[in-house]
């Protein structure tokens, strides 16, 4: 059996006896859904903004629809790339794969081990996190004709990990023992009986 301190430090595959199902929630239920989608709308609008407060230049000589068909390609890549770097951050701690799936409105990432508090919070953050930087440093450095396209992939990573911030908050308030399991499709919290 597995003591605190060791749960603490390593994530598994199988529950330990110990635990029981303490909580369990779907970021598709209603209220949970409302959250997210207020998060995003909140970052959304922030970034909208500051384009206004801040008089940022986003002006492009490429024709409409070429910044737009690019924004989309560009959009479709990103969402690909913040599930991916999900699963790697998985499949690094855990030492299992990952599974993707797609459930409208969402792409999701899931797992069959059992994450410690750290490692699931880090999980949920990494896209954010890596994403923000690498785009941060990205806008520095492209084309003006790109920078539109570009600003709004940087407050899509932002706006869009609304749910993961949400799954942050959902578990801040457990001991640092606690194991969660998100399978893509509803994330189990699991205590120390």
């Not at 410690?116 to 996190?129: D, E, G, M, Q, R």
């Not at 923000?132 to 706006?159: C, E, Q, T």
Request: charged residues 15%; hydrophobic residues 45%.
């Amino acid at each position: 059996m597995l003591q605190e301190s060791e749960i603490t430090m390593k994530n598994t595959t199988n529950l330990p006896t110990n635990y029981e199902l303490k909580e369990s929630f779907d970021l598709k239920d209603n209220k949970e859904n409302i959250i997210i989608q207020s998060i995003f709308f909140i970052i959304a609008g922030i970034f909208v903004g500051s384009v206004f407060l801040f008089k940022l230049s986003l002006s492009s000589t490429l024709n409409g629809l070429v910044v737009a068909l690019v924004t989309v390609a560009l959009v479709l890549v990103y969402m690909t790339l913040h599930e991916l770097t999900h699963g790697v951050f998985i499949s690094l701690l855990s030492k299992t794969k990952s599974k993707y799936s797609f459930r409208f409105p969402f792409l999701t990432t899931g797992t069959a081990a059992y994450l410690n508090k750290t490692s699931f919070i880090i999980v949920c953050l990494a896209p954010s996190v890596v994403w923000g930087i690498i785009l941060g440093i990205v806008m520095l450095f492209i084309p003006n004709d790109l920078r539109l396209s570009f600003y709004i992939l940087l407050g899509l990573n932002f706006a869009g990990s609304a749910g993961d911030y949400l799954q942050v908050y959902l578990v801040r308030k457990f001991s640092k023992s606690t194991l969660i399991k998100d399978d893509g499709k509803t994330t189990n919290i699991y205590i120390e009986k």
